[in-house]
């Protein structure tokens, strides 16, 4: 029976909100986020290391992935443009992993090759890259030999082209054990047009063709294993305002570019098919989304994960990842991946 991945990113300040049923269900758990300050990697701002310990001591089966960066972190491109650099940034992933429970380390740079999130970027953090992942690969190797293990190195990687162009996605790959795409927010903050921003399939009508097929299908025809692919999925949702009822809101021009909406806790109390908002049922992008005449609504439920885990079975892919695991406090949309992947 294949094993598929069931990986979480958590903030370190919901990791006191874990509990027993959600944990038993996970792989894989990524620790949101470390930071790179001065070409090192620094994690004195967490603040749940007890909780994080006691965790790891309970559930030994849990991999735990200590994740640097996010969205607006910077300090990635400066750190990987010198050799130097890399060294320091490779031996505080060493420390990290002495003073933390860790299995291994998870890069989430957005964006290499890019400033759109106010970092430093460069055209050489497309070859930088690579030699960074290399040099943290060499020493976590080093360190596992040693031990008689194996630690994990990946990535979470954006969905659509430019992430490719941004990086040498061919010679990354061999480096990590797996790629978290992050098929979320596909839509919706640079754009007025309303739409899907994690749906399975690109539908019929959206401009914006990319979705998590789509991105699949990106990375693996630039030589990324199927196996070596892990979906996205979102516990949050984006929301337009000003928008034309018509076809349900779906898209259609708004008055407002897809800003953050409710979590999927908020969206389950207050939201979905209550308060005049009406719960649709996207056949073709495999996605749901809420209409109440003004406002619209993307995001995730248990049906849309429940599409992306079959999707996962028969494509052959690694497993299934989520954003982020205090978004939602239901406990539905874990419960949803696991059925999906086959734990019951």
Known sequence: ???????????????????????????????????????????????????????????????????????????????????????????????????????????????????????????????????????????????????????????????????????????????????????YDMRGGFQVLTGHHTNLYTPPGDLFRISADASVRLFTGAGVPHAKIVLGAAFYSRLWTGVPDINNGLHQMASSTGGYGPNYTDLAEKYIDVQGFRRYWDEEAQAPYLFNGDTFVSYEDEQSIEAKCAYIREQGIGGLMFWEYGLDRTGRLIAAMSRGLGHS
Request: cysteine-free; aromatic content about 8%.
């Open 1 to 183: 029976m294949t094993t598929y991945i069931r990986a979480g990113y958590v903030n370190d300040r919901h990791l006191p909100l874990m509990t027993e049923h959600d944990l038993q269900q996970l792989t894989h758990l990524n620790l949101a986020f470390g930071h790179v300050n001065n070409d090192e990697i620094i994690i004195s701002h967490l603040q749940h290391i007890d909780v994080l310990r006691r965790i790891k001591a309970d559930y030994p089966q849990l991999q735990i992935i200590l994740s640097i960066g996010g969205w607006s972190a910077g300090g990635f491109s400066e750190a990987a443009s010198t050799a130097e650099g890399r060294a320091s940034m490779a031996s505080s992933a060493l420390r990290a992993l002495k003073e933390l429970p860790l299995d291994g380390i998870d890069l989430d740079w957005e964006y290499p090759s890019y400033g759109v999130a106010g970092i430093a970027s460069s055209t050489a953090d497309k070859q930088n890259f690579t030699l960074l992942l290399r040099e943290l690969r060499e020493a976590l190797d080093r360190k596992g030999a040693a031990e008689g293990r194996r630690y994990l190195l990946t990535i979470a990687a954006g969905a659509d082209q430019y992430y490719l162009d941004g990086t040498e996605i061919d010679q990354v790959h061999p480096l990590l054990d797996f790629i978290q795409l992050m098929t």
